[in-house]
T-cell receptor, first 110, second 116 residues
Framework: TQLLEQSPQFLSIQEGENLTVYCNSSSVFSSLQWYRQEPGEGPVLLVTVVTGGEVKKLKRLTFQFGDARKDSSLHITAAQPGDTGLYLCPRLRGQGNLIFGKGTKLSVKP | GAVVSQHPSWVICKSGTSVKIECRSLDFQATTMFWYRQFPKQSLMLMATSNEGSKATYEQGVEKDKFLINHASLTLSTLTVTSAHPEDSSFYIC????????????FGDGTRLSIL
């Protein structure tokens, strides 16, 4: 069973600060996805990383897939209140369904 | 991009009522759709995998007679919460996956179900 752990579970920061969220596993993944969920809405796919060592940027968000494809990180530069939400890196199972962990709840205060 | 529409977005009803939630893929065909439940301040919990033209696969602990899933077409899956009770109150979210390998899931905006 591939287990994914996210850290930190909660993060409260001021606008303008930088932050990093981690997603770690003891198993190798063929690919990994990051989602963000805002209150009262469904999760929205941010990125899919596939290649070990891959780095993808989405404006102020930088995603990295570990060389061994066992971990991933999300770095946000100069966080804004609009970045507030639940960040999720689910594991992919069998029929293509996603198993979500607790995620990282980010709060960016103005 | 791919869009998944969920309806209704909010339901309030009396205990004992059955409630149907629809999940539609608007611009792609989804052979597989997924239903999740999310309680306040918690993450999404997979309830079942819905396959077009066949029976849904339920996760352990999810009552299939309580949560009826029908996936009659490539663009529509429905979840019916039968004889709903207050403990069924939750945020229900569906997702759909485009056919083909390694395709991401696209999520609907969820349905807030409140049982009085």
């Amino acid at each position: 069973t591939q287990l994914l752990e996210q850290s930190p579970q909660f993060l409260s920061i001021q606008e303008g600060e930088n932050l990093t969220v981690y997603c770690n596993s003891s198993s190798v993944f063929s690919s990994l996805q990051w989602y963000r969920q805002e209150p009262g809405e469904g999760p929205v796919l941010l990125v899919t990383v596939v290649t070990g060592g891959e780095v993808k940027k989405l404006k102020r968000l930088t995603f990295q897939f570990g060389d061994a494809r066992k971990d991933s990180s999300l770095h946000i530069t100069a966080a804004q209140p609009g970045d507030t939400g639940l960040y999720l890196c689910p594991r992919l199972r069998g029929q293509g369904n996603l198993i979500f962990g607790k995620g990282t709840k980010l709060s960016v205060k103005p | 991009g791919a869009v998944v529409s969920q309806h209704p977005s909010w339901v309030i009803c009396k205990s004992g009522t059955s409630v149907k939630i629809e999940c539609r893929s608007l611009d792609f065909q989804a052979t597989t759709m997924f239903w999740y439940r999310q309680f306040p301040k918690q993450s999404l919990m997979l309830m079942a995998t819905s396959n077009e033209g066949s029976k849904a696969t339920y996760e352990q602990g999810v009552e299939k007679d309580k949560f009826l899933i029908n996936h009659a077409s490539l663009t529509l899956s429905t979840l019916t919460v039968t004889s709903a009770h207050p403990e069924d109150s939750s945020f229900y979210i569906c997702s759909a996956r485009s056919p083909g390998g390694n395709q991401p899931q696209h999520f609907g905006d969820g349905t807030r179900l409140s049982i009085l």
